[in-house]
C-alpha cells in the first residue's frame, strides 16, 4: 500500500504529526529493570544492548548509576560497547546524581522529578521553586559537559497544568534537548495525551519525549496521540516490561506504527529481529510471550473460522491489517477444527496432493466437522480423515 493511499497514514494537513518521523527510546534496561522479575547479569546487559542497537533504537536508556556499584560499572561497559544507539542515563533531579552520571560516558542524561501534588508531597517533600531551582542547575552543569540532557516531569497527567508549563517554559528557556512527559500512573487517556501535547509544544522550542504506563491499557494508543500532537521520542520497553504492569511495548508500538508509517518503519527497524529480541527479554526475565502479544503471540496470524479462512486464502488484507512477512513470521490457517469450511479442506486437499471435486469436498468437511463436533482435532486427525475418504472414493 503506498503512503498516500494509506487510510492509516497521517493526513498531509496535520503539520504538528511525527507519525512518520518518530524516534525510539529503549528503556528495557532503565524501565524494564524495574519489572518485577528483572535480573539482568552485565552479559546479559550487553546482550540486550546489542540486539537493541541492532534492531535499529535511537536511544538506550540505562539505569541509574548511583542505584549501586555495578549499575554504574555496567552503565560503563556499555557506553564503551560503540554501539549505533545513543546511550543515556536516567537520573534524579539531583547534583549528587547528576555528576556521577557525567563520568559514565553516557552521551545523555535523562532526568525527572515528580510534579503532581502526590509526588511532592510523599516521595521527594519539594515544591516548584525548588525543582525549578535544582533542574536549572542539573540542566546547566550536564549541558557543561557537553552532553545531551532532558528533562522530564513525573506524573505529569496529575500535575498542575500551570505549574507544569512553567517548569517546561523554564527548561527550555534555558536550552535542554527534551523535555519529557510521563503518564507514571497510566491515568491518560488518547485525548488528553493529545491535548497535553498541543499546549506543550507552544511553549516550548525543543523535542517532546513521552512515556507511558499500561495500567488502564492506553500505553500504544496514548503513544501515537502523543506523535500525532507532535511529540518526536516514545519511551519503550521489550514486551512494555516496567513497573507494575509496564509501559508501551517495543512490538505492540511497532505493529501501530507499521500501519501508519509503513515506509519509514520498514526501513528504520530491523522487523525481524522482533521475535528473537522478545525472545532474548521474555527469557532473562522468565515469562513467557503472551499469547496474545501483537505480531509474535503464537496466534498472530492464525486463521480459523471457516469464513475467515475462505478469504485469507483468496487474498490476506481481508482479515491482516500486518503482513506477517515484514516480521519474519507465516501465516496460519487452523483447520483442523468444528468451525473450519470446505474452503479451508480444499487448500488442506490440495496440499497433500489429493483430487477431490467440489462436492467431495464439501462432504468430507462434514465428516470432519461431525468429529470436531465430539473432540479437539489434530492435523493428522483431519489428514487421515481426508485421505481414508479418499481412498473410499478409489
Ligand atoms: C517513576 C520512575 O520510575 S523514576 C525512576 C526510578 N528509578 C529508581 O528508583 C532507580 C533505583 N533506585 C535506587 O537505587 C534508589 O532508590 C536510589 C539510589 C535512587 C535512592 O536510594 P535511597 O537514597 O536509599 O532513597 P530511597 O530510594 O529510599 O528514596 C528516594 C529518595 O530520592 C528522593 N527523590 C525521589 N525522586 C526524586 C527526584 N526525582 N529528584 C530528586 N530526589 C528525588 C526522595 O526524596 C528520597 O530522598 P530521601 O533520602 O531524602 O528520603
Ligand atoms: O523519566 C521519565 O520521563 C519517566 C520516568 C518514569 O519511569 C515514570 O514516570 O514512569
Ligand atoms: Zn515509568
Redesign the pocket.
Known amino acids: 500500500m503506498s503512503v498516500s493511499s494509506n487510510p492509516y497514514a497521517p493526513s498531509p494537513l496535520d503539520l504538528v504529526s511525527n507519525v512518520n518521523k518518530f524516534q525510539l527510546i529503549e528503556s528495557t534496561l532503565?524501565?524494564g529493570e524495574?519489572f518485577a522479575n528483572a535480573f539482568f547479569s552485565t552479559e546479559k546487559k550487553i546482550e540486550i544492548a546489542r540486539a537493541l542497537d541492532d534492531f535499529g533504537v535511537d536511544y538506550i536508556e540505562l539505569?541509574?548509576p548511583?542505584?549501586?556499584e555495578q549499575?554504574r560499572t555496567d552503565c560503563e561497559t556499555i557506553c564503551k560497547l560503540g554501539l549505533k544507539a545513543k546511550i543515556l542515563t536516567?537520573i534524579?533531579?539531583?547534583m549528587d546524581?547528576a555528576k556521577v552520571a557525567v563520568e559514565t560516558g553516557v552521551d545523555g542524561v535523562d532526568?525527572?522529578?515528580?510534579t503532581s501534588q502526590f509526588?511532592r508531597q510523599f516521595?521527594?517533600?519539594?515544591d516548584m521553586n525548588y525543582i525549578s531551582k535544582?533542574a536549572i542547575e542539573v540542566i546547566e552543569f550536564v549541558k557543561s559537559k557537553g552532553l545531551e540532557i532532558r528533562f522530564s516531569s513525573?506524573?505529569s497527567f496529575r500535575s498542575d497544568i500551570v505549574d507544569l508549563m512553567n517548569i517546561y517554559k523554564t527548561v527550555s528557556a534555558i536550552g535542554v534537548d527534551r523535555v519529557g512527559i510521563?503518564d507514571?500512573v497510566g491515568c491518560a487517556n488518547p485525548r488528553q495525551v493529545y491535548d497535553l501535547v498541543r499546549t506543550l509544544k507552544s511553549v516550548v522550542s525543543c523535542d517532546i519525549e513521552c512515556h507511558f504506563h499500561d495500567d488502564t491499557g492506553c500505553a500504544i494508543g496514548n503513544a501515537y496521540s502523543a506523535l500525532e500532537g507532535g511529540a518526536k521520542l516514545i519511551d519503550v520497553s521489550v514486551l512494555g516490561i516496567?513497573?507494575r504492569n509496564g509501559i508501551t511495548p517495543l512490538g505492540g508500538f511497532m505493529a501501530r506504527m507499521i500501519v501508519a508509517a509503513p515506509d519509514y518503519v520498514k526501513s528504520k527497524y530491523k522487523l525481524r529481529k522482533l521475535r528473537d529480541l522478545e525472545n532474548l527479554v521474555a527469557e532473562a526475565v522468565e515469562v513467557n510471550v503472551p499469547f496474545n502479544n501483537p505480531i509474535t503471540g503464537f496466534c498472530a496470524f492464525t486463521h480459523k473460522a471457516g469464513i475467515h479462512a475462505k478469504a485469507i486464502l483468496a487474498n490476506p488484507s481481508t482479515y491482516e491489517i500486518l503482513d506477517p512477512h515484514d516480521f519474519g513470521m507465516k501465516r496460519y490457517i487452523h483447520f483442523a477444527n468444528r468451525l473450519t469450511g470446505w474452503n479451508a479442506i480444499k487448500s488442506r486437499v490440495e496440499q497433500l496432493n489429493l483430487q477431490l471435486t467440489d462436492d467431495q469436498v464439501k462432504d468430507v468437511t462434514l465428516k470432519i466437522k461431525k468429529i470436531g463436533d465430539v473432540r479437539q482435532l489434530s492435523i493428522d486427525d483431519v489428514d487421515s480423515i481426508i485421505k481414508e475418504f479418499h481412498s473410499d472414493l478409489q
Do not use: M, P, Y
Open positions: 532503565r524501565e524495574q539505569t541509574s548511583v542505584a549501586s549499575s536516567h534524579r533531579c539531583h546524581d532526568v525527572v522529578i515528580g509526588l516521595s521527594h517533600g519539594k535544582s513525573e506524573d510521563a507514571t516496567g513497573e
